[in-house]
């Protein structure tokens, strides 16, 4: 397997590298965040060629994904196909991350704060994190079979590094975006030697409805008192 990176790697270094950078704005959104302080963070774009393979990410890659005051953060994480995610649960409390959607399901169980559990990511597709106990906490990890990708900071900025020159399509995912939308977005781009700058990106909010989800059993969360002390919090 490593001989085979080594080789798609070194077939992509050959080629003159440049970066893919850009804007996107978010509109037509119910977030306050969205609306009053114009926070475009959380939205994936990434690069997938269209005349050759993509290169295989280096193997053993790992990430974190924090458990901390009943938040998962980075809230959206973007990962190369075969990386894997550690879990570390900082909070004084039980947690039990699982994801039962389309893209990779997993589920690693209920554990006490200061451990930490591990998911290889296989397979690729966007995974939509929850917490079995905690209904409100929620993630999002794409999983992405190329190594040109960017997650956007609040002012919506975006550089995509290190990209050979040739054609490419691109990609968009956000997590409060329907899927319609999304696709009139997807463009396909040639990158030049020099590198390339692309138009406004512009993202609609418009069809999206928030729908509470299910436990990792299919069923409704218990009514939660956030006064409630959970198994395993310090008192």
Not at 68 to 83: C, E, M, N, Q
Not at 107 to 134: A, E, M, Q, W
Not at 185 to 205: D, N, Q, W
Request: proline fraction near 12%; charged fraction near 20%; charge should be positive.
């Amino acid at each position: 397997m490593i001989w085979r990176w080594l080789i798609f790697f070194s077939a992509a270094l050959a080629l003159p590298a440049a970066s893919v950078s850009g804007d996107v704005e978010i509109t037509n959104s119910r977030d306050a965040a969205v609306r009053k302080h114009k926070d475009y963070t959380g939205v994936v774009l990434w690069l997938e060629p269209v005349d050759r393979p993509a290169p295989a990410a280096p193997p053993g890659k790992r990430v974190t994904m924090v458990q901390r005051d009943k938040r998962f953060t980075p809230h959206v994480l973007a990962i190369p196909l075969g990386s894997t995610v550690d879990f570390p649960n900082f909070d004084p409390i039980f947690h039990n991350a699982f994801s039962n959607f389309n893209g990779q399901p997993f589920d690693i169980g209920l554990y006490p704060p200061g451990k930490t559990r591990s998911v290889p990511f296989t397979r690729p597709g966007i995974v939509r994190v929850f917490c079995n106990i905690h209904p409100t906490m929620s993630a999002i990890i794409a999983v992405l079979a190329t190594p040109w990708y960017a997650v956007t900071p609040p002012l919506g900025k975006f550089t995509i590094e290190g990209v050979p020159a040739g054609e490419y399509q691109l990609r968009i995912f956000h997590e409060r975006a329907v899927p319609e939308n999304l696709k009139t977005l997807e463009r396909r781009i040639t990158v030049p030697e020099t590198g390339i700058a692309l138009p406004l990106i512009s993202i609609s909010e418009t069809g999206f409805t928030p729908a509470p989800h299910l436990n990792k059993f299919g069923k409704e969360y218990p009514p939660v008192n956030e006064g409630d002390v959970y198994p395993g919090a310090q008192k």
